[in-house]
Structure formats: structure tokens, C-alpha cells
């Protein structure tokens, strides 16, 4: 039994384990998004939501797929400030964030790389909700989720230099003011 058969499984169940299917209070089911940001319930980004514990920290060299399908990294960010997005389609709290994220996206860098398994499932997602900012970034590996660890949705702030801000888990209002104020602290 090598580490990975044993390791990928423990980190996704940990990933399933923050992230479910979810029915809103309005009965609708949160894999299917809002009609527009303003019916959104996600919670506005609060001071307790962000972790500073690792600021400072460089971003991983971990590969994953940008939108045409070549091997990157985060490095590909670097001189700029960039909001890394870990999502699925499977999510419903991810799902339900990313009209917020595409509207932020006109004033701020970001990249939404998904934790799915392949690439037609994310492509469909994204055709069909027709984004007009946002990429269809893939991280089928989950390379992403093994250095993170995360609770989907976790949004990872890192400045110009490639350099951890803060990082954030669960679904947030993109658009809201205490969400803009905290992207503006990256340099």
C-alpha cells in the first residue's frame, strides 16, 4: 500500500468533512447558485473568519492546470496580489460564493482552481453559469488540498510577491466592504 492510496483519502474525507450539499433557508438546493450576488446568504468576510497565522509564508510550488490545461503554479501570480480560490463542483457553499468571487474578479486578481477530478465537469460548470471574469483553474491531483488541508471553500490572500496575507475557510459575500478591505491589505 503506497502513502498516497492511504493519504488521499484521509484528506478527502477531511475536505467532504467542511463541505456538503446544503439546502438554503429559502428551501432551494446551494448547488444550484442565486439568480444574482444580492440573493446570496453567504456571510459577509469577518475579522474572526481570517487566519494570519501564516502570514509570510511562500506560496507551494505544488503544479496544477490553468485555463488552457498546462501545468502551472502560483508562481505564475507573481508582481501582482492574487486571491487562490480552492473549490469543487460538488460544493455547495463553493458554488453558491462564486457570482461574488466573478464580481470581485473585475477589480482584483483571482484564481478559482478546483479540486474536481476532471476537467469536463469543471468546464460544463463554468459554461453554464457563464462567468465573465472568472477561469476555470484545475488542480485534479489535489496538490492544493494536501499542502492546505482545507475546509472547501478556502480563499488564500497572497501579495505581489508571492507571499501568504492570510487565508479564510467557508463561503463569503466577495462583494461586500469587509471583503474588499481585507484583499486591499495585499501589496
Not at 450539499?21 to 446570496?40: E, F, M, R, W, Y
Not at 471574469?133 to 497572497?158: E, Q, T, V
Request: charged share 20%; glycine share 6%; with cysteine.
Amino acid at each position: 500500500m503506497s502513502f498516497r492510496s492511504v493519504i488521499v483519502p484521509v484528506l478527502l474525507l477531511g475536505v467532504l468533512a467542511g463541505c456538503d450539499k446544503q439546502v438554503s433557508s429559502n428551501g432551494q438546493d446551494a448547488l444550484t447558485p442565486p439568480a444574482n450576488s444580492a440573493d446570496i446568504a453567504a456571510e459577509p468576510l469577518a475579522a474572526h473568519a481570517i487566519d494570519r497565522t501564516h502570514k509570510g509564508e511562500a506560496a507551494p510550488t505544488v503544479r496544477f492546470e490553468g485555463p488552457d490545461g498546462q501545468p502551472m503554479t502560483l508562481a505564475a501570480f507573481k508582481g501582482k496580489p492574487v486571491l487562490v480560490n480552492l473549490w469543487a463542483t460538488w460544493c455547495g457553499p463553493c458554488v453558491k460564493e462564486m457570482p461574488t468571487l466573478d464580481a470581485a474578479a473585475a477589480t482584483f486578481t483571482i484564481a478559482t482552481i478546483s479540486q474536481d477530478k476532471d476537467r469536463p465537469t469543471v468546464t460544463a460548470f463554468f459554461a453554464k453559469q457563464k462567468f465573465a471574469r472568472l477561469k476555470a483553474y484545475l488542480d485534479k491531483d489535489i496538490g492544493l488540498s494536501i499542502a492546505y488541508n482545507p475546509s472547501l471553500p478556502m480563499s488564500i490572500l497572497f501579495d505581489s510577491t508571492g507571499h501568504e496575507v492570510w487565508r479564510s475557510a467557508g463561503g463569503m459575500d466577495w462583494t461586500s466592504a469587509a471583503a474588499k478591505a481585507a484583499l486591499a491589505e495585499a501589496k
